[in-house]
């Protein structure tokens, strides 16, 4: 039996780079600047409508703050293109580039952050990729039941 699709993801951002109150006060943003060919390709893979739990990474605590919703796909990416940026390619070629990105609008904030401590009491890494040892993809796909779960116990968001 061939492997459903996954519909929600987790996206993981640096709360000083971009955080979920940068996307709530833009609304959309292109989800750019990931240079790692695995992420890359789950977002290749995304459908519009899929909804990404937004995690915030590389803070104390870090975790789950809030949801939102591809609304674009396969936008090429052009902070590779950008010499000024951190994220430039000089490989990429502007008739053939090596990034894309998608596109997501904010749906809301959880009322708290579910912290990466509670999540890998609640999870194994065959339920949530992101507890699984050494995983540090910024993109993982989460399986139907557990996002429905996270979002049972997230609760609504505001």
């Keep these: 039996m061939a492997q459903q699709e996954p519909n929600y993801w987790l996206m993981k951002s640096e709360p000083n780079a971009y955080s979920i109150n940068d996307l709530a006060t833009e609304k959309t943003t292109l989800w750019d600047g990931i240079r790692n060919y695995q992420a ?4 290749r ?11 915030h990474s590389n803070c104390k605590p870090p975790g789950i703050v809030g949801l939102m919703e ?43 952050k579910l912290s990466l401590n509670k999540i890998k009491d609640l999870y194994k890494p065959e339920e949530l990729k992101l507890v699984q040892k050494g995983n540090r993809l910024s993109i993982i796909p989460v399986n139907e039941k557990t996002a429905l779960n996270l979002l049972n116990i997230l609760g609504k968001y505001i």
Excluded at 91 to 107: H, M
């Design 70 to 112: 591809v609304i674009d796909t396969e936008v090429v990416d052009p902070t590779q293109f950008d010499s000024k940026s951190k994220y430039f390619d000089p490989k990429s070629l502007i008739e053939k580039p090596t990034w894309d990105c998608v596109k997501v609008k904010y749906l809301g904030m959880f009322q708290e």
């Design 40 to 43: 890359r390709n789950y977002m």
């Design 45 to 55: 893979s995304m459908k519009v409508g899929e909804k990404a739990f937004f995690y």
